[in-house]
C-alpha cells in the first residue's frame, strides 16, 4: 500500500497563513496535521474540491504524521467521494489535498465568526452532519 503514498503532503502557499494560525498556540488544533484533516473533511461534506496550482503550492509535513487510523479515514473519504476502491492506487493523498484545499476557507471562517472559535466548529458539525 505504502508504494501509493507519496512522501509529502502539500497545501497552496497563500494558504499556509490559515494553516498555521489554526494550529498555533492559542489555536484551536495542535498541529498542521489536525488542521489539515479537519479542512479535508470539511471538504469532503461541503462536497468541494479544489485543485492546488502546481507551482504556488507548499509542503507543510510529511506523510508519516498520518498514523494508520488517520490514513483509513483518509482513505475511505477519498472511496466513498469517488465510490470506487481502486482510486486509492492513484495518489490518494493528492485527492484528500484537493478537499483539504477547499474545506481550509470555510474551516478557518467557522473558527473566526463571532462566538467561541472550535464551538462554532462543533455546532456545525451538530448541526450539519448528526
Known sequence: MDKYIRKKIYIEEDKHDKFK???SEGGPFSSMKDV???AA???YNLG???SLKPNEKRD???KDVFDEHDLAL???VVIAYYKDVTIIEHDPLGEVEKFANAGIEELYKLVNN???GIVNLVEEILIKYS
Do not use: N, R, T, V
Open 21 to 23: 494560525e489554526l494550529s
Open 36 to 38: 489539515f484533516m479537519a
Open 41 to 43: 473533511i470539511l471538504g
Open 48 to 50: 468541494e474540491m479544489k
Open 60 to 62: 507543510i509535513f510529511d
Open 74 to 76: 483518509l482513505y475511505a
Open 114 to 116: 463571532d462566538g467561541e
